[in-house]
């Protein structure tokens, strides 16, 4: 049941909830190789785990990019000689009414949020595969299930998330372990990504209000990675209280 020594790849790691996820799974022992495009954020976190007496190792890892995700996990066996849990925690989300048109910032949740995770599952499931053992976990969003105005695209992309995630367990059999987990209103830095000023605006005072930190969804993460090989948790909704 215990996490320690699992080897861990994480995407998005460089803050918000990938990076509060690093910090606990290493707390608890993990190895863990972390993937970012911020590298100089990745550095700092690598070192701050390693003072901690943690091991860590990090490389730049833009999930657009099937090769970054193949890095990753090479990286995790070259280091490590496995891979025991894909985190793919990357996603972006620039919300805005459709009205705006801002069909460059369609594209770029698309590319991110969906065909990020289909990168990390082409990347991860062959070593699974061959070790006969892995887990993935998917940082999906609770707009997966309900559509709000300003978010019909980033929705779109966690139901599409969503529905990839457990059409993976179907097909996963009894050697791998599939989790998505659906985060409602976390203190990130969500808001800023939108260009609408107004919509911006909205988010970041509801965030102010309501929001849980990070580690609310780390927890709930390393949760599901420390159970047994045979007990699979499938979808974990963590949001705040308040959340309507």
């Known amino acids: ?3 320690e020594g699992k080897v861990v790849a994480i995407t998005g790691a460089s803050s918000g ?13 993990a190895r863990l190789v972390l993937g970012a495009r911020r590298t100089d954020r990745l550095t700092d976190l690598v070192s ?16 657009t990019r099937r090769e970054d995700l193949h890095a990753l996990v090479g990286l995790a066996r070259e280091r490590f000689g496995r891979l025991d ?3 793919g925690n990357a996603g972006v989300g620039p919300i805005s009414p459709l009205d705006d048109l801002r069909v460059d910032e369609w594209d ?7 065909k990020g995770v289909l990168h990390g599952i082409a990347a991860a499931l062959p ?5 006969g053992s892995g887990h993935f976990v998917t940082t999906a969003s609770t707009a997966a299930f309900t559509v709000a105005p300003s978010m019909a695209v980033y929705a779109g992309t966690k139901a599409a998330v969503r529905a990839i995630c457990e059409g993976l ?10 989790t998505t987990v659906f985060p409602g209103f976390v203190h990130t830095g969500f808001a800023e990504a939108s260009s609408n000023t107004a919509v911006r605006e909205r988010i970041a005072g509801l965030r102010d209000e309501i929001a849980i930190p990070p580690d609310s969804i780390a927890r709930a993460i390393a949760f599901a990675v420390e159970q047994p090989a045979d007990v699979d948790v499938n ?3 963590v949001r705040p209280a308040a959340q309507s």
Do not use: P, Y
Request: glycine residues 8%.
């Open 1 to 3: 049941m215990a996490i």
């Open 17 to 29: 909830i990938g990076e509060a996820t690093a910090l606990l799974l290493a707390e608890r022992g």
């Open 48 to 63: 701050r785990i390693e003072r901690a007496g943690g091991t860590a190792v990090s490389t730049r890892t833009d999930v």
């Open 85 to 87: 849990v894909l985190v």
């Open 108 to 114: 770029e949740m698309v590319d991110v949020n969906i």
């Open 127 to 131: 070593v699974f595969r061959e070790q």
């Open 169 to 178: 367990r179907q097909e996963a059999g009894a050697s791998l372990r599939v």
């Open 235 to 237: 979808e974990i909704v």
